[in-house]
């Protein structure tokens, strides 16, 4: 088969498609011919040499997928030859075929085309881990989701939205009406505003129960003053960097804060079956009934996957970048 490969560790000229072997199907697992996947952030830092993939998985970058079931394995149940799916992945997305566990898959309701389905998985499962699994969201809470306009952003909205919570967001002042569309209640443009100060106004001072946080460095101060009382917030990257200088515990003491991080591509394969059921079960029906949405903001061939990875480095994207693949 084909796969896009990368060269050498470094910028996005070194995305080449190659020719590698076929996966081979194990039990429990189904082979997929590949008709898009979709970009992640780690896709970068892992084509820099930056973020290698964890232990027993290829070296080939995409961490989700969709495509057309072209052969089952040994005990699988519940899918067919033929069937329409998407799946979370721990990489192996940008190739013409994977080889992937059963219980990763996400059967597509009719009217949902590839490469909507390929920009579901990562973000959306990110998110509803995030709000859902690890800060416990509930309904009337207020959620501070910074990098609104990324692709988890754009899920986590929707999520909050669904769930009954007030979703605030920062992003630059250019993103902001399509975020607002999708449900955000407040958009602050992090980079001329106090976005605490912008939480503690639009909360009437109470601040956010839930902050999700991509960001880490310089904002770890300004989160502990936008959490509310008993807040959780969930680090979940660090595009801003990962050292933090001189700060006081005394928020996260007085006002009883959780402070958490995590990665979804790391965990077992047992977590990660676990929350591709809960997903399945819990909001995998929304998507049929089109209450949440994929936010597809751009589409390229993979033979372009080098100007896809550019578009995204340049911070210009609002929601999902997806690469075609097959047919
Ligand atoms: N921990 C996990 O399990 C997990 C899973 C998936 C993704 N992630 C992380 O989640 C983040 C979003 O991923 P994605 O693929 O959805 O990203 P994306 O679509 O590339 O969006 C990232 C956005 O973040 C904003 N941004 C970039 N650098 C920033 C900075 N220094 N300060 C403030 N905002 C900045 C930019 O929007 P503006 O124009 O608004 O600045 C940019 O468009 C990434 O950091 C990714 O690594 C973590």
Not at 149 to 156: H, L
Not at 193 to 206: C, M, P, R, S
Not at 250 to 256: D, I, M, Q, S, T
Not at 286 to 314: G, K, N, T
């Amino acid at each position: 088969m084909k796969a896009i490969t990368v060269q050498a560790p470094g910028d996005a000229s070194q995305l080449q498609i190659t020719e590698v072997p076929d996966p081979v199907v194990g039990p429990g697992q189904v082979l997929v011919y590949v008709a898009a996947t979709a970009l992640n952030r780690a896709d970068i830092l892992q084509r820099e040499g930056k973020y290698p993939p964890p232990p027993g998985v290829t070296e080939i970058l995409g961490l989700e997928m969709a495509g057309t079931v072209i052969e089952i394995g040994e005990g699988v149940s519940g899918f067919e030859v033929g069937d329409n799916v998407c799946a979370l992945l721990g990489g192996g997305g940008y190739a013409q075929l994977i080889a992937v566990s059963a219980d990763m898959l996400l059967k597509l309701p009719e009217r949902l085309s590839f490469t909507k389905a390929a920009a579901i998985p990562e973000a959306f499962i990110t998110a509803f881990q995030a709000l859902h699994k690890i800060a416990g969201l509930q309904k009337g809470e207020t959620v501070l989701i910074h990098a609104g306009a990324s692709g988890v952003g754009t899920a986590a909205i929707q999520l909050a939205k669904l769930a009954g919570a007030v979703p605030i967001v920062t992003a630059s002042g250019i993103k902001h009406q399509p975020l607002q569309d999708l449900g955000a209640q407040r958009c602050i443009d992090y980079r001329s505003e106090d976005f605490a100060e912008a939480v503690l106004d639009e909360t009437q001072g109470k601040g956010a129960n839930v902050v999700l946080d991509f960001v880490g460095g310089s904002y770890l101060e300004k989160n502990f003053r936008a959490l509310a009382l008993d807040g959780r917030l969930v680090s979940l990257a660090a595009l801003g960097g990962a050292r933090v200088e001189s700060i006081s515990l005394a928020p996260l003491l007085r006002k009883r804060l959780q402070l958490t991080g995590t990665t979804l591509r790391s965990r077992s394969p047992e977590y990660k079956r676990q929350l591709v059921a809960d997903f399945r079960t819990q909001i995998w029906p929304h998507f049929a009934d089109r209450s949440v949405r994929p936010v597809v903001d751009s589409i390229y061939d993979w033979e372009l996957v080098a100007d896809a990875h550019r578009y995204m480095e340049a911070n210009a994207n609002i929601g999902k970048i997806v690469l075609t693949i097959g047919e």
